[in-house]
């Protein structure tokens, strides 16, 4: 990899892609009744608020990370974003697709579906490391080891 070249959309089409197929195939097996022991019928109105609330968090993310703070823009200049959703999650593109594919689990009211969030965010995990992170730290150096010492990879959290 060219040290001056990032590709604009990273690993995010192979995680996007894996994160639906994850969750489609976990919404099969739940049609096709592989999966019927873990049903949970008595929580399945706040199984649909929580997968619904979930879902919106993604979608909100994805706009302000993708559409407000125009990412592919930076990246096209190579420039490394730390503000705005950035200051709080590295990868928040990645955190809205987790988001959207587990709300979607959740709503199926099943207690095995949550199995396939976290396959997913364990592949990420290590595609990130593998990859993403790698180029970032060879492009940028100390700037981004320190971004990555205050900032978590896809799980947002607020700094003191």
Not at 42 to 57: P, R, S, V, W
Not at 75 to 85: N, P, R
Not at 140 to 156: D, L, M, Q
Request: one cysteine or more.
């Amino acid at each position: 990899m060219k040290k001056n070249a990032l590709p604009v959309f990273g690993v995010g089409p192979i995680y996007a892609v894996s994160c639906l197929l994850l969750t489609a195939f976990g919404l099969f097996l739940k049609k096709k009744g592989f999966l019927n022991s873990g049903e949970l019928p008595a929580l399945k109105q706040a199984a649909m608020f929580i997968g619904g609330l979930l879902i919106f968090i993604g979608i909100a993310v994805w706009i302000y990370a993708v559409i407000i703070q125009k990412i592919s823009d930076e990246i096209k200049v190579g420039h490394l974003v730390t503000s705005g959703i950035y200051s709080i999650v590295r990868n928040p593109i990645y955190f809205a697709f987790l988001c959207v594919c587990t709300g979607v689990l959740i709503t199926a009211h099943n207690l095995f579906l949550l199995i396939f969030p976290l396959v997913s965010y364990i592949f990420l995990t290590i595609l990130m490391k593998q990859t993403e992170e790698k180029w970032l730290l060879e492009k940028f150096g100390t700037e981004y080891a320190e971004y990555c010492k205050h900032v978590n990879r896809v799980i947002p959290w607020f700094r003191h």
